[in-house]
C-alpha cells in the first residue's frame, strides 16, 4: 500500500472561500461512494491517475484545501492547498468475493478512512482509494467527499472530469466549474421576501430494541417496464383536472415507503405513530435566474412529507402515497427557497459545526430519522457511469456507508435498463420488505 498527497501542479487561489447555509445545513463528515471496474490496470496506471488529478485540481482548487470555522461560528474553506490523499492499495481477494458490492464490512476495506479525532483543519476534503483485486480482476475506486464541500452532483461532475483527464483529453470551457457560492447570499432586499412554512427537522423517537434496529443492505433492481408498470398503477387513480402523470421518482420512492410501511404492519410491529419520508431536491434551476450548470456546492433544499399514519398508506392506493411526494418536491419554490436560506444557521447547527471543527463528533447532536421514517437520495438521474479512465466504464457505482437508518438510494441501473435500489432497512424486516417491493412485478431481486 502507498499513499500519495497530490496538490494542483500550478499555483491556485488564495483567498478563504465562503460557504453557504446551504453547504453546512447537511451532513457535516465525508460521504463514501464506490466505483467497480472490471477491467486490468495497466502499470502506469496510478501515476496517470495522479497526473490528471494534479492538472484537475487547479480547475477544482478547493477541493485540496480545508475547512476552517470563522469568527462567527461558520465554516469557510480555508485554501492553503494541502492536497488530496490518493490511497493505492492491493486486497487478497477476488472481484467475485465482494458479491454485490453492496455496503458491508468486506467492501469497507476498499473505502480510504479519515481520523475523525482530528482537528476538521488538518483532514483532506477528498480521500481516493484504488484497490487492485488479486489475480488482476478488475478495480474499485473509493470515495469520501467532504459533504460541506459540494452535493452529489458536483461530487459526479468532478470525477467525470477526472476520468475524461485521464484518457487524455482536455475540459471544454462550457465543463469548467463555477466555485463562486455567493450567488446564495441573501440581498438586503430579499430578507423580506415572504416566509413560507417549514418542516421541522427534529430527533423522532427511538422506540425499536436493539436487536430489531439492526439493518441490512439488499440492491433491489427495478426494470424500464417494471417502473411503467408502477406509474400505470400509480396514475389509474384520477388525479387532479389537467395534472402531468406521476415521474419515475415519485412511484419509485412512494412504492419504497409504501413497501416498508406495509412491512412494519405484516410483522405485527406497533406502529401508531405519523410517519414520513425526508429527502432533498436539487434547486439549481428552481432559482430565478437559475444557478449555472457547473455550479459546485451543495444546493440542496431538505424536507419532508407531511406526516401520514400507517392506515393512510397501506388503505389507500399507490397513486396517494406519489401524491405526497409529489406536493413535498412542488413546494421547493423560491418563495420557499428563499424562506429557507433566509433562517439561517442556528445555535444548534453552529454548536454542531464547532464540535465538528475541533474534532469533538461526540457532541454533534444530529436530528434522528426515526424508526418509522425513510431517508431518500436519488441519483437516479446522474450520470455516474461516465466515469470511464480509459479501462471501461464502470461496472457498479454505489453507496458505501453501512447506515444505521432506515435509508434508501435510487441510482441508475449499470446497463441502463431502470434503475437499482440501494435499500438499507430494520434486518428482521428486509425479507418481507423485498417480497413485497416485487410483489407483482415478477422479477426477482439482485
Same mark, same amino acid.
Given at each position: 500500500?502507498?499513499?500519495? =498527497?497530490?496538490?494542483?501542479?500550478?499555483?491556485?487561489?488564495?483567498?478563504?472561500?465562503?460557504?453557504?447555509?446551504?453547504?453546512?445545513?447537511?451532513?457535516?463528515?465525508?460521504?463514501?461512494?464506490?466505483?467497480?471496474?472490471?477491467?486490468?490496470?495497466?502499470?502506469?496506471?496510478?501515476?496517470?491517475?495522479?497526473?490528471?488529478?494534479?492538472?484537475?485540481?487547479?480547475?477544482?482548487?478547493?477541493?485540496?484545501?480545508?475547512?476552517?470555522?470563522?469568527?462567527?461560528?461558520?465554516?469557510?474553506?480555508?485554501?492553503?492547498?494541502?492536497?488530496?490523499?490518493?490511497?493505492?492499495?492491493?486486497?487478497?481477494?477476488?472481484?467475485?468475493?465482494?458479491?454485490?458490492?453492496?455496503?458491508?464490512?468486506?467492501?469497507?476495506?476498499?473505502?480510504?478512512?479519515?481520523?475523525?479525532?482530528?482537528?476538521?483543519?488538518?483532514?483532506?476534503?477528498?480521500?481516493?482509494?484504488?484497490?487492485?483485486?488479486?489475480?488482476?480482476?478488475?478495480?474499485?475506486?473509493?470515495?469520501?467527499?467532504?459533504?460541506?464541500?459540494?452535493?452529489?452532483?458536483?461530487?459526479?461532475?468532478?470525477?467525470?472530469?477526472?476520468?475524461?483527464?485521464?484518457?487524455?483529453?482536455?475540459?471544454?470551457?462550457?465543463?469548467?466549474?463555477?466555485?463562486?457560492?455567493?450567488?446564495?447570499?441573501?440581498?438586503?432586499?430579499?430578507?423580506?421576501?415572504?416566509?413560507?412554512?417549514?418542516?421541522?427537522?427534529?430527533?423522532?423517537?427511538?422506540?425499536?430494541?436493539?436487536?430489531?434496529?439492526?439493518?441490512?443492505?439488499?440492491?433491489?433492481?427495478?426494470?424500464?417496464?417494471?417502473?411503467?408498470?408502477?406509474?400505470?398503477?400509480?396514475?389509474?387513480?384520477?388525479?387532479?383536472?389537467?395534472?402531468?402523470?406521476?415521474?419515475?421518482?415519485?412511484?419509485?420512492?412512494?412504492?419504497?415507503?409504501?413497501?416498508?410501511?406495509?412491512?412494519?404492519?405484516?410483522?405485527?410491529?406497533?406502529?401508531?405513530?405519523?410517519?414520513?419520508?425526508?429527502?432533498?431536491?436539487?434547486?439549481?434551476?428552481?432559482?430565478?435566474?437559475?444557478?449555472?450548470?457547473?455550479?459546485?456546492?451543495?444546493?440542496?433544499?431538505?424536507?419532508?412529507?407531511?406526516?401520514?399514519?400507517?392506515?393512510?398508506?397501506?388503505?389507500?392506493?399507490?397513486?396517494?402515497?406519489?401524491?405526497?411526494?409529489?406536493?413535498?418536491?412542488?413546494?421547493?419554490?423560491?418563495?420557499?427557497?428563499?424562506?429557507?436560506?433566509?433562517?439561517?444557521?442556528?445555535?444548534?447547527?453552529?454548536?454542531?459545526?464547532?464540535?465538528?471543527?475541533?474534532?469533538?463528533?461526540?457532541?454533534? =447532536?444530529?436530528?434522528?430519522?426515526?424508526?418509522?421514517?425513510?431517508?431518500?437520495?436519488?441519483?437516479?438521474?446522474?450520470?455516474?457511469?461516465?466515469?470511464?479512465?480509459?479501462?471501461?466504464?464502470?461496472?457498479?457505482?454505489?453507496?458505501?456507508?453501512?447506515?444505521?437508518? =432506515?435509508?434508501?438510494?435510487?441510482?441508475?441501473?449499470?446497463?441502463?435498463?431502470?434503475?437499482?435500489?440501494?435499500?438499507?432497512?430494520?434486518?428482521?424486516?428486509?425479507?418481507?420488505?423485498?417480497?413485497?417491493?416485487?410483489?407483482?412485478?415478477?422479477?426477482?431481486?439482485?
Amino acid at each position: 500500500m502507498a499513499s500519495y =498527497n497530490v496538490t494542483p501542479y500550478q499555483p491556485t487561489p488564495n483567498d478563504p472561500l465562503w460557504l453557504s447555509d446551504s453547504d453546512q445545513l447537511g451532513a457535516l463528515g465525508h460521504v463514501a461512494t464506490i466505483y467497480i471496474y472490471k477491467a486490468k490496470p495497466n502499470s502506469d496506471t496510478i501515476e496517470r491517475l495522479r497526473n490528471s488529478l494534479r492538472k484537475l485540481l487547479v480547475y477544482y482548487y478547493p477541493v485540496a484545501d480545508r475547512l476552517s470555522l470563522t469568527e462567527s461560528g461558520r465554516m469557510e474553506v480555508n485554501c492553503n492547498t494541502k492536497g488530496v490523499t490518493l490511497i493505492e492499495a492491493e486486497t487478497t481477494k477476488t472481484f467475485g468475493d465482494y458479491g454485490d458490492f453492496s455496503a458491508s464490512k468486506s467492501t469497507d476495506e476498499l473505502i480510504p478512512k479519515v481520523d475523525d479525532t482530528q482537528p476538521t483543519e488538518e483532514i483532506p476534503l477528498l480521500l481516493l482509494q484504488i484497490t487492485r483485486f488479486h489475480g488482476g480482476e478488475g478495480l474499485s475506486i473509493g470515495v469520501l467527499f467532504s459533504h460541506p464541500l459540494t452535493d452529489a452532483t458536483g461530487q459526479i461532475h468532478f470525477m467525470n472530469k477526472w476520468a475524461k483527464l485521464t484518457r487524455g483529453e482536455e475540459l471544454n470551457p462550457d465543463e469548467m466549474p463555477f466555485l463562486d457560492r455567493t450567488l446564495l447570499k441573501l440581498l438586503p432586499n430579499q430578507a423580506s421576501t415572504p416566509s413560507v412554512k417549514l418542516q421541522e427537522l427534529k430527533p423522532a423517537p427511538q422506540t425499536l430494541g436493539k436487536e430489531q434496529k439492526k439493518r441490512s443492505v439488499a440492491l433491489l433492481k427495478l426494470t424500464s417496464s417494471q417502473i411503467e408498470r408502477l406509474k400505470k398503477k400509480a396514475n389509474d387513480q384520477p388525479s387532479k383536472e389537467g395534472s402531468r402523470p406521476y415521474s419515475r421518482f415519485e412511484v419509485v420512492a412512494a412504492h419504497i415507503w409504501r413497501c416498508a410501511t406495509m412491512a412494519r404492519a405484516e410483522s405485527g410491529e406497533n406502529s401508531n405513530q405519523p410517519i414520513l419520508v425526508r429527502f432533498s431536491v436539487n434547486f439549481r434551476n428552481r432559482l430565478k435566474p437559475p444557478l449555472p450548470q457547473n455550479y459546485f456546492g451543495n444546493a440542496l433544499a431538505k424536507v419532508a412529507t407531511p406526516e401520514c399514519y400507517e392506515g393512510d398508506i397501506i388503505s389507500n392506493p399507490l397513486g396517494f402515497t406519489a401524491q405526497k411526494i409529489r406536493e413535498t418536491s412542488h413546494a421547493i419554490t423560491e418563495d420557499f427557497l428563499r424562506s429557507q436560506l433566509n433562517v439561517g444557521l442556528g445555535k444548534w447547527q453552529l454548536d454542531n459545526i464547532r464540535a465538528f471543527v475541533v474534532g469533538q463528533q461526540h457532541l454533534i =447532536n444530529t436530528p434522528s430519522v426515526g424508526d418509522h421514517n425513510i431517508f431518500l437520495t436519488s441519483l437516479m438521474t446522474m450520470a455516474v457511469y461516465e466515469s470511464d479512465f480509459g479501462w471501461g466504464k464502470p461496472v457498479h457505482y454505489g453507496l458505501a456507508s453501512l447506515f444505521q437508518v =432506515n435509508r434508501a438510494g435510487i441510482l441508475p441501473s449499470p446497463d441502463g435498463d431502470g434503475v437499482i435500489v440501494n435499500i438499507f432497512f430494520q434486518e428482521a424486516l428486509m425479507q418481507l420488505f423485498k417480497k413485497l417491493f416485487y410483489e407483482d412485478l415478477y422479477v426477482s431481486s439482485l
